[in-house]
């Protein structure tokens, strides 16, 4: 079992920034991909970036050249940094690993983003 712990959610004027922060921890070893989806009422949870253990990445196209994605292998962490945030970024941010064929999903962090 793997368990996520994400932080770092809040609120922030349109064209401001914030990091997103997911720990991982409990059967860490061999997680293949981290990264974070997102999901508004009403809506299908979407694909925001991913990374793989080797170093690739994916973005959604609504945020490519907006946000990074990356890691810290050690602390077992994958961070999301948002820059120049949009009211339609407002949204649940939620962190996922996957590890073999299982997914895990932590609880969410809101991210408000006003206009």
């Known amino acids: 079992q793997v368990q996520l712990v994400e932080s770092g959610g809040g609120l922030v004027q349109a064209g401001g920034s914030l990091r997103l922060s997911c720990v991982a921890s409990g059967s860490t070893f061999s997680i293949n991909t981290m990264g974070w989806y997102r999901q508004t009422p009403g809506k299908q949870r979407e694909l925001v970036a991913f990374?793989?253990?080797?170093?690739?990445?994916n973005y959604g196209d609504s945020v490519k050249g907006r946000f990074t994605i990356s890691t810290n292998n050690a602390k077992n962490t994958v961070y999301l940094q948002m820059n120049s945030l949009r009211p339609e970024d407002t949204a649940v941010y939620y962190c996922?690993?996957?590890?073999?064929?299982?997914?895990?999903w932590g609880q969410g962090t809101q991210v408000t983003v006003s206009s």
């Open positions: 990374i793989s253990s080797g170093g690739s990445t």
């Open positions: 996922y690993a996957r590890k073999s064929i299982n997914n895990y």
